[in-house]
Structure formats: C-alpha cells, structure tokens
C-alpha cells in the first residue's frame, strides 16, 4: 500500500465534521485532533517551519528547497481537514473494492445500500480499478482527506529523495472550508507563497480556475397566529409566505435543473411556524453581471411580499461569500499550463471544468495567494455514496511532485 492510500485510509476515520452554526473557528473542536495528527507526522518526516495555529486550528510547514533551487519560486499546496455537514462524518468504515467489475457495489447488506451504476454511470469507466468505498451509512471524507493524504505523500517524497530539484514548498491545511469559512483566518504573509494551488477538486484530470460568485441569504418571514377558529381577516401565516415567496423565484433556476455555468437559488433549511419562519438560502453564478442580478430579484421578491402584506412582514440578510477566481488567476495562466502539462506527462488529458461550488482558493486568489484547483481523485461528495479511485489519488500524489519539480526549475 502506497503512503498516499495508508495517509488516507487513517485520516477518514478521524471525524471532522464542520459546523454551520457554531460562530468560532475552528466550528468543531474535533477537526484539531486531525491537525495535532499531521504536526506530528510532518515533524517526524523532516519537514520545517511547522507551524500550528492551536486558536483557529491552522497547519504550516515547508519543505526546504533543494541544493541550487533556492531562487526558485515557492510553491504552495492547500487542503481543508473538515468534512461537509451534510452527512454525518462520525465512524467511517472505509472499504477497498479491488479490481471493480464495473458493475453496483453493495455498500451496506444489512440495510441494502448500494452505489449503483444506474445512478452514478462515471462508474462505468473505472472498471479494473481500486475503489475505495464507505459502509453506505457516513460520507467518506475524500472532500477533502485525499487532499491532505496526497499533499502529504508528496511531502514525505520529496524530503527522502533530495536528488529530485525543487523550491521551497510550502504546505498549509486549513478548518472550516466546507462552511465557507476556510480562509477566514488563513495567513497569506506567514504562508509565504508566490503561488499556490487548492488539491481539493474531483476525479482525475479536472482542473479548475473558476468558481462560482456566491451569496449567502437568510430570509425571515413575520406572521400572526391567531385561533384558526377566528382567523378571517386577523391571521398571517409565515409558512405560507415563505412558500409564496420561493414560488417566486424562477423554477428552473435550481441546482436540480443546472449544470455547468448555469446559476442557481438553493433553499437549503427552513423552520418555523405561524408565527415566524426561517429560510436559509445559497445564490450562486459564474457571471457576476448574472449574480448581482439574481441578488436584485431575491430583494425583489421580498420588497414584493411587504408591499402585499405590510412592511416588515419580509427581511432578508445577505452576504456575499466568495467571488469568481478566474478573474484573480488572469494574470498567472502558468499555474493552468503548468498543471495541464504536468498531467499530459502522466498520461492524464485535463478537463478544464468551472467549479460549482467553491474552495480556499476563491478567497485566497483575491487575497494576493493566485491559487487554481487540482483534482484528488474522489467523486460523489458530501454523500453516503462518495468514493475514490486508489489509482487515482496515487497519480495526483505523482502530479504534485512533478509541479514542484516544474517550479524548481524556474528561477525568479
């Protein structure tokens, strides 16, 4: 078993789930003791500069440049320790499916899961591979842990084999990127990077410099319980409004009708009663001429609603949370070239894909850290169904090694 997949295999059981809620960073305290876990491991490798951010749960090191490149360029790899909210990431019981037959995996007999061709058919082209799989009840935590599992392996090669020519590389992991907050407290000056890339993306050979403009809005709806015996004329019922209001927006413009570029209004909670009810919503689109557009209307709706039912009977809180990178990355398009080439040397044809979604490297692209996306070699994320392709992650361990060969050779 490669270092890669054995990082992996002890990370995924390490539960660190983020939390939406909690208003701190780290969200959770648990994400640390996967931090505390690669301190110890970075330092037992011979890495230097480590640095722990014990407060906001923040890693840091380095790998020092090789003989004759320390003019280089210092080159950055990125990956976030936590695991969506989505589904729970307590107890992962990881699985190796060898040799895959391309047809379903039974994941879980006792309550008859499966990971099933006829709704995941990318399946299909992975037959002869190595999966690795969960037990159909938790996520499997590849979002990002094969990120981290892969920028470690690199790591740990590059430190025992001096003969290969590099820069400094500088490596950070971060908590919270699954609830938009991974960059929150990054330090980009300490960091010390000219660049860096996010491995935090999906199967092999996609590549991305482009992410989503994205808001976040919550929608709180003002009602009036009165007995439903007299109601007539006296009650306003919040649920109801809250349902008017998402008959607003346009039907086809929902994550379950895009895909590609094509934005979208994502309700993703609500709670409430009579009285007062709750909406939790995501904006998101790749044109910003699009997204401030799709900003516009949401106010519309409500500005609608309190014209209809008096005013204040709708508020809305909205906060931009990240913005589209590909603008950022303009000015280094050798982060792009470099990577492509790199995977062509492996044998991989790139896929340069937007992302629909975002990650650390949204943020940090507009905070002076130019920072595109490289796959890892998982799919399915923030799902009882994720998995990842053990031959995969073993060449984007190959693919990170070969940048930063690439940069080594570079000389500022």
Known sequence: MTKTIENFLQYVKIDTQSCETAGVTPSSAKQRDLAKLLVSQLTRMGASDITYDEEHCYVYA????SAGCEQSPVLGFIAHMDTAPAVTGADVKPRIVE?????DILLNEAKSIRLSVSDFPELKELAGKDLI??????????????????????????LTHPELPHGK??????????IGEGADHFDVALFGADFAYTVDGGELGELEDETFNAAGAK???HGRNVHPGSAKGKMVNSILIAQEFQNLLPVFQNPMYTENRE??????????DVEETTAEYIIRDHDKVLFEQKKELFIGCADFLNRKYGAGTVTVEMTDSYYNMKEALAPHAHLMEN??????????EPKITPVRGGTDGSRLSYMGLPCPNLCTGGANYHSRFEYACIQSMETVTRLLVKLAVRYGNIKL
Do not use: Q, W
Request: glycine content about 14%.
């Open 99 to 103: 040799n895959y037959d391309g047809n």
């Open 219 to 221: 929608l709180i709806v």
């Open 62 to 65: 380095s790998v020092p440049a």
């Open 339 to 348: 990577a492509c080439s790199a995977l062509r040397e492996l044998g991989v």
């Open 133 to 158: 799989v969960t037990d159909g009840t938790t996520l499997l935590g590849a979002d990002d842990k094969a990120g981290v599992a892969e920028i470690m392996a690199m790591a740990e090669h590059l």
């Open 263 to 272: 934005g979208f209004f994502h309700i993703d909670g609500i709670n409430g």
């Open 169 to 178: 590389i500088r490596i950070g992991f971060t908590p919270d990127e699954e």
